[in-house]
């Protein structure tokens, strides 16, 4: 039912409506930090380069998730610039975008685990946002880690083998594909001159508050 709803007219639409909402939340947030246009700006841009990078496969995994060309550094990103609050609305915005475009729902608390929540979760890094772009950027793959496990030890026990359970099964499968992605992405982030761009854009934001 879900998700013949999500792939109707309306349902695009009703999701569409959500994610102007988020973003509508960046904006006010923003405001309150006088950083409004920029936040919203960097935003924008990270979640489109993010979600580009979200539809080249690497590899992808039979009942959901796949690697990626380091997309959810993107999202980590608007957190590391602007933020806790920025990064988990724009990480939400992000899930909702996913749903639009490639819905797999098999119940309502599925869904929210499975994309707002679970990429909103990428913006939770921000909390330490003076703690180096590395460290910033594990802790929101874990947070995103822990929605997916709860996810699959809820709605996806049946395709457990029964020699591991539920709860193992969950934490091998998703630690599988999102592992090897944090891995590509931390290697990227070790690259010197890219860790100093991030820092001067971080940088000169702060100059401009």
């Keep these: 039912m879900l998700q013949e709803f999500l792939e109707s007219t309306q349902g695009q639409v009703f999701v569409v409506g959500i994610i102007v909402l988020f973003f509508g939340l960046i904006f006010y947030t923003g405001r309150k930090e006088k950083i409004s246009s920029k936040a919203l700006t960097y935003s924008a841009i990270c979640i489109g380069i993010g979600y580009a990078l979200n539809q080249i496969t690497l590899f992808r995994m039979p009942q959901g998730g796949a690697i990626t060309p380091f997309s959810m550094l993107f999202i980590v990103l608007v957190g590391y610039l602007f933020g806790a609050k920025q990064g988990i609305l724009a990480g939400m915005a992000f899930g909702l975008l996913?749903?639009?475009?490639?819905?797999?729902v098999i119940h309502l608390i599925q869904m929210i685990l499975d994309y707002p929540f679970a990429f909103g979760a990428?913006?939770?890094?921000?909390?330490?946002?003076?703690?180096?772009?590395?460290?910033?950027?594990?802790?929101?793959?874990?947070?995103r880690f822990v929605c997916a496990v709860l996810s699959g030890v809820i709605f996806f026990a049946s395709a457990a083998p029964k020699a591991q359970g539920a709860l193992l099964y969950s934490i091998i499968y998703n630690g599988s594909y999102l592992s090897v992605e944090a891995i590509l992405t931390c290697i990227l982030l070790s690259i010197v001159p890219v860790r100093k761009a991030i820092e001067s854009i971080k940088n000169n934001i702060k100059d401009e508050k």
């Design 98 to 104: 996913d749903l639009l475009i490639n819905p797999y």
């Design 122 to 143: 990428l913006g939770i890094g921000a909390l330490f946002g003076n703690r180096h772009i590395i460290f910033v950027y594990l802790i929101g793959v874990l947070g």
